[in-house]
């Protein structure tokens, strides 16, 4: 399982810090690749970013050129995560983000997804 959280109602230029914890899976979520969409409503869903295993991969991250600078994946070992930072937040940025794996070390990651969770919510307003 997946679950996500941090998600909040903030002002323009506020940063936020999402969580993807990993629960009830063999192996802990490093040996994943995990990726980050979102999905704003009326609109189809959009891939955020995608980051590698460290085990037997090199742990990078890739990301939406759009977002590059602005998002940052890293991950917590300790609470078995893959944290999205998101600064300097957008009207254009409010959506459900979640995060999803195929089960695989190397992203990009398919379809069907193995997991995903189902979301936090991201909203900016004034």
């Known amino acids: 399982q997946l679950a996500e959280s941090g998600g909040a109602v903030v002002q323009p230029g506020s940063s936020l810090r999402l969580s993807c914890v990993g629960s009830?899976?063999?192996?802990?979520?490093?040996?994943?690749?995990i990726a980050w969409f979102r999905q704003a409503p009326g609109k189809e869903r959009e891939w955020v970013s995608c980051t590698n295993s460290v085990h037997g991969s090199d742990g990078r991250t890739i990301y939406l050129d759009s977002l590059k600078g602005r998002f940052t994946t890293s991950r917590d070992n300790a609470k078995n995560s893959v944290d999205l930072q998101v600064n300097n937040l957008q009207y254009e940025d409010t959506a459900l983000y979640f995060c999803?794996?195929?089960?695989?070390?190397?992203?990009?990651?398919?379809?069907?997804?193995?997991?995903r969770g189902q979301g936090t919510q991201v909203t900016i307003g004034s």
């Open positions: 009830e899976w063999p192996l802990t979520l490093d040996y994943y690749a």
């Open positions: 999803a794996t195929d089960g695989e070390r190397y992203c990009p990651i398919g379809t069907p997804f193995r997991a």
